[in-house]
């Protein structure tokens, strides 16, 4: 109950419980280091807090531009082999259908194209399929309190490339404003027509992020949804340690070991922690 969001709020709590301080909406501009170990942070209000132990869940690259110049070039060398895995456009939607009475299942897949490796490389060219491969979830059906009485939420998110339609407009806001839109109206054509007819005279809201809009608010560069892509040669131990080169830095989350998702990104965390114990 409460979504996935109850997740991180319990997360939180545990923290706060145990003496820890939470500063929310606090940038951090530069990460210290004296005599070649971490120091603290810097925050762009120019606040430090002096620490020998800082630990990372943000893309790499751009955990490496807030290191001292001297310390970038051989922290950015290690970074360029890795690929990053592709970014998704996603439409919250709000309806007064009853999708309980439609007997609808809490997750749904829709795949369209049957050949994986097309679809690839149509995403390697920079296109979407006609007709994308489509993950809706309703949490309503797990959680009705989300919603008020006889209304219901879903998540749809579909896989695409960043540099989609020339990267979404090119920057001209009003482009990237019609490509969302026709987007969107793509994407609710094609569940009302393969999953929940009549949504489209039952929206009481619908809004929807782009790549560049998990760029803006998540920090992951070219809107990576999963962090580093799930390829051979970066699995497992294959993909960057939780113990930087700098001593007193430490990196979690989808951008290091062991994999993706919330139960890899997870997993960082708890092993990150055991390394960091077994060193004190």
């Given at each position: 109950?409460?979504?996935?969001?109850?997740?991180?709020?319990?997360?939180?709590?545990?923290?706060?419980?145990?003496?820890?301080?939470?500063?929310?909406?606090?940038?951090?501009?530069q990460i210290?280091?004296?005599?070649?170990?971490?120091?603290?942070?810097q925050?762009?209000?120019?606040?430090?807090?002096?620490t020998p132990l800082?630990i990372s869940?943000?893309?790499?690259?751009?955990?490496?531009?807030?290191?001292?110049l001297?310390f970038?070039k051989?922290?950015?060398?290690?970074l360029?082999?890795?690929?990053?895995?592709?970014?998704?456009?996603?439409?919250y939607?709000?309806?007064?259908?009853?999708l309980?009475?439609?007997?609808l299942p809490?997750f749904?897949?829709l795949?369209?194209?049957?050949?994986?490796?097309?679809?690839?490389?149509?995403?390697?060219r920079?296109?979407?399929?006609?007709?994308?491969?489509?993950?809706?979830s309703?949490?309503?059906l797990?959680?009705?309190?989300?919603?008020p009485?006889?209304?219901?939420?879903?998540?749809?998110?579909?896989?695409?490339?960043?540099?989609?339609?020339?990267r979404?407009?090119?920057?001209?806001?009003?482009?990237?404003?019609?490509?969302?839109?026709?987007?969107?109206q793509?994407?609710?054509?094609?569940?009302e027509?393969?999953?929940?007819?009549?949504?489209?005279?039952?929206?009481?809201?619908?809004e929807?992020?782009?790549?560049?809009t998990?760029?803006?608010?998540?920090?992951?560069e070219?809107?990576?949804i999963?962090?580093?892509?799930?390829?051979?040669?970066?699995v497992?131990?294959?993909?960057p340690?939780?113990?930087?080169?700098?001593?007193g830095?430490?990196?979690?989350g989808?951008?290091?070991?062991?994999s993706?998702?919330?139960?890899?990104?997870?997993?960082?965390?708890?092993?990150?922690?055991?390394?960091?114990?077994?060193?004190r």
């Open positions: 109950k409460g979504g996935t969001g109850r997740i991180s709020q319990e997360m939180a709590n545990s923290f706060l419980r145990y003496g820890g301080e939470i500063r929310l909406q606090t940038e951090v501009d210290l280091i004296k005599d070649g170990k971490t120091e603290g942070v925050t762009k209000d120019e606040e430090i807090f002096r800082v869940n943000i893309n790499p690259n751009l955990l490496a531009k807030m290191l001292p001297e970038q051989s922290f950015a060398k290690k360029k082999r890795l690929e990053y895995s592709l970014s998704g456009f996603i439409l939607i709000a309806t007064h259908l009853d309980r009475k439609m007997g809490y749904t897949y795949r369209f194209l049957s050949d994986l490796e097309e679809e690839d490389r149509m995403f390697q920079d296109e979407v399929p006609k007709n994308p491969t489509t993950m809706v309703i949490p309503t797990l959680d009705p309190s989300l919603a009485p006889g209304q219901h939420l879903l998540k749809v998110l579909v896989t695409v490339p960043y540099h989609y339609q020339e979404w407009g090119g920057g001209d806001p009003v482009k990237y404003r019609h490509i969302k839109e026709e987007f969107s793509k994407i609710l054509k094609q569940l027509g393969k999953l929940i007819p009549g949504l489209r005279d039952h929206l009481l809201f619908y929807a992020a782009t790549p560049l998990l760029e803006r608010y998540t920090g992951n070219l809107g990576a999963y962090g580093l892509a799930s390829i051979p040669q970066q497992g131990n294959l993909r340690p939780h113990q930087t080169s700098i001593p830095l430490f990196q979690v989808h951008y290091t070991r062991p993706h998702g919330i139960v890899g990104a997870s997993l960082s965390g708890l092993i990150a922690t055991r390394i960091i114990l077994q060193k």
